[in-house]
């Protein structure tokens, strides 16, 4: 290899190679835009639910994510159903500062309300309220899966946890 070569070639894999290693450690610097930019897209899987009575189902869900100015906001709708137990949940969410604020609805019951809470990296964890529902949400997205979690207070016909695996579809 000449030196000509040699010279023109190393700044450039300095470069490539700095550009990985970054990547690597610091993926928040390389994460472009805000904490929704990984959700965007459609995702599918399952999980299981327990009911407020302490019966366990499996279940399974249909994800879509619709993300906008530049990963702080996104729209959100959640469907799962087991075999005694469906939801549909709708809801709009914005990061500033640190904090997620936003709305939602849940179209089988005809319940709404507002969440708040926090998002850090691939991980959105939310207190979801409406008048007479409270819920702890979890959201954590690595690279193509999504780990959702939902702890509620239950009651006898309500579903009191659910633990959803998903996958980016598509």
């Known amino acids: 290899m000449s030196r000509l070569a040699l010279k023109i070639g190393v700044p450039k894999f300095s470069v490539i190679v700095l550009g990985a ?4 450690i610091c993926p928040a610097a390389a994460q472009q ?3 929704f930019s990984s959700l965007a897209g459609q995702w599918a899987g399952g999980g299981s639910i327990t009911l407020g009575g302490g019966a366990r189902e499996r279940i399974r869900c249909r994800a879509e994510y619709e993300v906008g100015e530049a990963g702080a906001t996104a729209s959100i709708s959640l ?11 709708q809801g ?5 500062n640190g ?4 709305q939602w609805s849940e179209r089988t019951r005809g319940m709404a309300g507002h969440l708040s809470g926090s998002a850090k990296g691939g991980q959105v964890d939310v207190r979801v309220e409406g008048q007479t529902f409270a819920a702890l949400l979890s959201v954590a997205t ?3 899966k999504q ?14 946890e659910a633990s959803l695996t998903l996958n980016r579809r598509g």
């Open 142 to 144: 690595r690279g193509d």
């Open 147 to 160: 780990s959702i979690s939902i702890r509620t207070a239950g009651g006898e016909n309500q579903m009191s």
């Open 79 to 89: 469907r799962c159903a087991s075999d005694s137990y469906s939801f549909d949940l």
């Open 21 to 24: 290693v970054l990547t690597l």
């Open 33 to 35: 835009g805000g904490p």
């Open 99 to 102: 904090e997620v604020k936003g």
């Open 92 to 96: 709009s969410v914005r990061y500033r």
